[in-house]
């Protein structure tokens, strides 16, 4: 599947825009988890796009 780069941009601006900081710091906490998990991790903006698919 082909993604847009400037939709995806859009996309992820409306998120942290409706998203409310305390949200956005446990996303962020979560995020960090992950990239120590994991040996190759997605960007952080990749990250919030499929956890806010999946929610």
């Keep these: 599947m082909e993604v847009n780069p400037k939709e995806a941009l859009k ?13 956005m710091d446990e996303w962020l906490d979560a995020y960090r988890q992950y990239e120590k998990e994991t040996k190759e991790p997605i ?13």
């Design 11 to 23: 996309e992820i601006e409306k998120i942290i825009a409706l998203t409310p900081a305390k949200k």
């Design 43 to 55: 960007t952080l903006f990749e990250w919030i796009l499929l956890k806010n698919k999946n929610a």
